[in-house]
Each structure stands twice: as C-alpha cells, then as structure tokens.
C-alpha cells in the first residue's frame, strides 16, 4: 500500500514544504486528527476504476486544514484522511465517503458493459 503523503517528492515531502510524510513513520502526519476509510470490492477491477475516480481528487480538494491520500492494494481501496481538527475531519470524511459512493454507483452503472477509452 502506497503510504501517506506519496503525492509529494521522491522522499514524501509535500510540495509546499510541509514535511507531511517524512518522520520516520510514513503514516505520520503533523496533524493531530486521523481517519482512515478501507473499502473491501469483489473484484480487483472494481477497487482499481474507484481509485482511478478517487486519485485525482486527493490532491484537488482545496482545504488548509485537511488533506487526503486514496492507495489500493488488490481489491481493497484505502483513503487517509488527516486534518487540523475535528470539524475538519468529518468535513473530510463526509467528502470522501459522497466521492465514493459516486464512484460506485459509476461502477455499477458500466457492470458489465464495455467502457471505451475514447478516440
């Protein structure tokens, strides 16, 4: 599983310089309040179109206080949710779930149908 912070430089530094995911635990972060969502799929396909869906978004919600990181391994999508403080972290957590489930119903929705990749 790809750890926290992965979005940032070869060493997990963040590009804003914040040091997020350079201690020498790679789940570390400085912030105080952590949550992490793991989500079990039947099929290894399905856990891959999510995180395809999720990854982009780890890095494009804007919010000083909180931030987020989606790994897969196999069937299994995990999303790291740290934040400032509490509200923060629900705010985040309420977020990524609404993304999620998105995602699956998007999943659910081409079950079975052949999904082009464009021209």
Avoid: K, Q
């Amino acid at each position: 599983m790809a750890p926290f912070g992965t979005a940032g430089g070869p060493d997990g530094a963040e590009p804003d310089g914040s040091g997020h995911g350079t201690t020498d635990d790679p789940g570390a972060t400085d912030d105080p309040h952590e949550t992490v969502l793991t989500l079990a799929y039947d099929t290894e396909p399905d856990a891959r179109t999510v995180e395809r869906a999720l990854g982009p978004e780890a890095g494009d919600v804007p919010d000083d206080r909180a931030r987020a990181s989606v790994a897969r391994e196999g069937s299994t999508l995990t999303i790291r949710v740290a934040a400032a403080d509490l509200v923060a972290l629900r705010a985040g957590a309420n977020t990524w779930l609404s993304l999620v489930a998105v995602a699956e119903r998007c999943v659910d929705l081409t079950d079975g149908v052949a999904v082009g990749r464009g021209r």
